[in-house]
């Protein structure tokens, strides 16, 4: 009889032991989708401070662009000296960075011309062309930034 209440008591410590190991599991799972779930949201509010910070670039290159005369060329005085290679843009007529040539190499040196080449979305942002207007900048969790070169329009498209 005493080996049968061993053997019981066994059973039970077993039985205890998967049950906490199943508590511990969905705490785990629960705590890992929340994690997740997180970082898509600081990376969309990255990309709102980047989309922020673009149209502030915007409207200073516009200040600049009607205090020099509206130029057809500017050349960005804020970047730093070992970035100057060529930091000119072009500028359309109503005064917005444009492209001369739009494609997924131009954009992202756009990008990197106007918000600097030390970015934190740099490594993360995707440039292409759509059309022959927009240049389109994607995060890793398909949040985009876009950008029309002909009204230097911006818009921030976030799926949450």
């Known amino acids: ?11 039970l410590q077993v039985y205890g032991r998967l049950v906490a190991l199943c508590v511990l ?11 997740f779930n997180a970082i898509e949201q600081t990376s969309a509010q990255n990309l709102r401070v980047e989309q922020s910070r673009l149209l502030n670039v915007l409207a200073m290159i516009r200040g600049q662009w009607l205090a020099q005369g509206r130029p057809q060329q500017m050349k960005l005085n804020w970047l730093l000296p070992e970035n100057e290679q060529d930091t000119s843009i072009l500028i ?3 005064g ?3 492209l001369a040539h739009v494609d997924e190499n131009s ?4 990008w990197q011309q106007l918000m600097g ?5 740099e490594a993360s942002i995707m440039a292409q062309g759509l059309g022959s207007d927009i240049c389109l900048y994607s995060s890793r969790n398909g949040d985009q930034i876009r950008y029309k070169l002909s009204s230097g329009e911006v818009i921030l498209l976030t799926y949450n």
């Open 96 to 98: 917005w960075p444009t």
């Open 107 to 110: 954009c992202k040196i756009l």
């Open 1 to 11: 009889m005493q080996s049968q209440q061993q053997s019981d008591n066994h059973l």
């Open 92 to 94: 359309n007529e109503l």
């Open 25 to 35: 599991l969905v705490i785990l799972t629960v705590f890992g989708f929340r994690y």
């Open 117 to 121: 080449s030390d970015s934190r979305f």
